[in-house]
């Protein structure tokens, strides 16, 4: 009976209007206060939230959606207790410059570098000054510098590239005369590791007031005042207008002191723009075990185009032993003008 006088049952007994049947609301027998969530279970459908799921699913913002990263707005995402990313609305990762390569170069495990292409490629090898990268047959590859002199050879397709000998002949040093000219052509520091030496000389003097010039030679800048270091040489020409021409011959023995002569070429009052064409050989240049000979052909124009051209051949013999590693050539008085080339080559 309660504290009105009514008579009450045990919950689920039937007595009284309204009663709550055990069978119906308790079926698992809590018999626990049903306003209290703590005693609540999850539905096959639905589900009971505890307070701390219901924390976090209040940080969702608004019309979220399930795997969409833009949604995403944690600071940090973590395994095993380290940060491995973040992530933030309107933030990205930034390198530190322009052109870099996220990798590691340092040795062992650790964080992200920022690299350079130079030093992605050099994961491909023990690279060197000098080296080339090739495609190979299924990666990158580095072909390791070749010998000095070398040339890179192809196979053709489907095969590596390689070094090897290339032409007979290597241009060693080019040089040409500017606006002023150039008072000499000077090849020092000649490598030895050709068989012979060809200088090819295009010239024309700034002599005024004459139509021709003499140019002069010097090996190893010997202008033979040296006992044994001296010249000797002789040089055949011949010449002709079409209507006469006749040959010349100058047997030249060089005193002390004295570099040779081994070349005419057009001065300042010899047609404009005409210049003298000159082959210079220099035969096992290298070797030490004998004088060095020099063998000389070119061509050059007197006075004008009317008047006698002439062919010029000789030699110069030059009677000391030593290897030839520098070469000189210039105009006896007066610059080489502009335009005026040299060009010196090697054999292989």
Known sequence: MDDMGAETGPLGSGGGGGDMLAATYDPTGIEASAFDTDNHIDGSTNGVYTLTERTKLSGIEAGAEVNNISDANATDLTDGGETTLHKHASSSINAATTDRVLGRDSAGAGAVE???????????????????????????ERLAAGTSGQALLTGGASANPSWGAGGDWVMITDSTAGEDGVASFDFTSIPSTYKHLKLILTGRSEKASAYIETVTLKINNEAGTTTGKQYYGIMVGFYGNGSGGGAFETF???????????AVIPAASSTANVFATYEFTF??????NKAKNVLVFGNYQGRDLSNFQEVFNGFVIYENTEAINRITIYPAANDFAQYSRATLYGMK
């Open 114 to 140: 920022e690299l350079t292409l130079s030093q992605v490629l050099d994961f491909i090898g023990s690279a060197a000054q000098g080296d080339i990268l090739y495609r190979g047959a299924s990666n990158w």
């Open 252 to 262: 030249q023995q060089y005193t002390a002191g004295v570099a040779p002569m081994c």
């Open 283 to 288: 035969a096992d240049y290298a070797a030490t």
